[in-house]
C-alpha cells in the first residue's frame, strides 16, 4: 500500500503547455504539501493545504494552481510552462501542520522542452 | 526567518566506519522540530530521525543517533557501521512548532567506500 502517491512520476512537456501533477495519500492526513526541489537538490515549500483549506502561499509564479477536492488529494495544475519550471515536485502530508512527520510521495520529474 | 546550514556539500566514509554530518539552524522559536532526511539515487524523500527541540535526549535510530545542541542551534547526524546502502544525499530540516512546512538545508552527498 502507497501511503503518499502522485501521478505521473515522469512528465516531459513542451514551453507553453498546461499541465497537472495529482498527489493522493491513504494515511487519513489533515495537512498536504507540495514542494519543489532544483536541478542543485534544495528543496523548497510551495503550497499547503490543511483539511482542504490553503494555509501556506510561498512565492510562487501565479501560473501554478494548486487544487484540494478533499483532504486526502491535492493536485498541482502549471500553466504556460516556462524552461525554469524544470524540476522534481513533492507532494507530502502529515496529520497536523505542527511537529508531526511528513511523508513524500515518490516525486514527479518535470522536464519542460 | 529561520535557515537551517549544512556545511558538507559532500562526505565520504569506509564500510563500517562511523561518519558525522553537521547541521546548523536559526531560529528565534523556543517549540520546534529537526528531521534528517535521506534521499537515494531513487529521489525517494525517506525519513531517518526526528527530534522534539523540548526533549533533551538525543534520538536514536539503531545506526543513527544525533547530537543536539539546542544553546548551540547544532543538529548533527552520526551514522554508525557504515553500509553501502547509507549512499545518498541527505537533509537536514527545520519544522517551527507553529508553522507546517520544513525548511531545509542544501543537503550533503554522502559517499560509501567498500
Redesign the interface.
Known sequence: DTAVSQTPKYLVTQMGNDKSIKCEQNLGHD?M?W?KQDS??????MF?Y?NKEL??NETVPNRFSPKSPDKAHLNLHINSLELGDSA?Y?C?S?Q????D????G??T?LTVL | AQTVTQSQPEMSVQEAETVTLSCTYDTSESD??L?W?K?PP????I?VI?Q?AYKQQNATENRFSVNFQKAAKSFSLKISDSQLGDAA?Y?CAY?G????????G??TKLSVKP
Not at chain 1, 40 to 45: A, D, R, V
Not at chain 1, 101 to 104: A, G, I, L, V
Not at chain 2, 97 to 104: D, E, K, R, Y
Open positions: 495537512t504539501y514542494y542543485k537538490k534544495f528543496l523548497k515549500i499547503s490543511n494555509i501556506i522534481v513533492f507530502a502529515s497536523r501542520g505542527g511537529g512527520t511528513q511523508y513524500f515518490p516525486g520529474r | 520546534y522540530y528531521f532526511y534521499q531513487s529521489r525517494q524523500m525519513l526526528r522534539e544525499m537533509f519544522r512548532g507553529s508553522q507546517g512546512n520544513l525548511i531545509f542544501k543537503g
